[in-house]
C-alpha cells in the first residue's frame, strides 16, 4: 500500500513560480507512473503532466506545456512540478498519482491534494 503526500502549494502572484512535491510512503512502484492533476471548484479534475518509470518518458497538457516541468527521484519516493509563470487560471487544488499506467489512463493511488492560488 502507498500513500502520497502532496506539499509545496500557496498563493502567488501571476508570473511567479512555485514547486509541489509529492512524497510516497510504503513501497512505490518504480517500474509505473507518477503524475499530477488539477481540479478547480465546480469544474472536472483536468490531467497535467506524468512521467514514466525506466525511460523517463514525459507527457504534458496544452495548458501547461512550457511552463510546467515534471520529475521524479525513485530512491526518495518523490514526484516534483516545477510550475513557472503561473496564471490566475491555474488557481486550483493540485493532485499526484502514482502506480500508474498513463496509457492505459490507470491511477492506482491518489494523493489528498495541495491548494495552489495565484493572484492577479
Known amino acids: 500500500e502507498v500513500q502520497l503526500v502532496e506539499s509545496g502549494g500557496g498563493l502567488v502572484r501571476a508570473g511567479g513560480s512555485l514547486r509541489l512535491s509529492c512524497a510516497a510512503s510504503?513501497?512505490?512502484?518504480?517500474?509505473?507512473?507518477m503524475g499530477w492533476f488539477r481540479q478547480a471548484p465546480g469544474k472536472e479534475r483536468e490531467e497535467l503532466s506524468c512521467?514514466?518509470?525506466?525511460?523517463?518518458?514525459?507527457y504534458y497538457a496544452d495548458s501547461v506545456k512550457g511552463r510546467f516541468t515534471i520529475s521524479r527521484d525513485n530512491a526518495k519516493n518523490t514526484a516534483y512540478l516545477q510550475m513557472n509563470s503561473l496564471k490566475p487560471e491555474d488557481t486550483a487544488v493540485y493532485y499526484c498519482?502514482?502506480?500508474?499506467?498513463?496509457?492505459?489512463?490507470?491511477?492506482?493511488?491518489w494523493g489528498q491534494g495541495t491548494q495552489v492560488t495565484v493572484s492577479s
Open positions: 510504503g513501497t512505490n512502484r518504480g517500474d509505473r507512473a
Open positions: 498519482h502514482a502506480g500508474s499506467r498513463w496509457l492505459t489512463r490507470e491511477y492506482e493511488y
Open positions: 512521467i514514466g518509470s525506466s525511460d523517463g518518458s514525459t
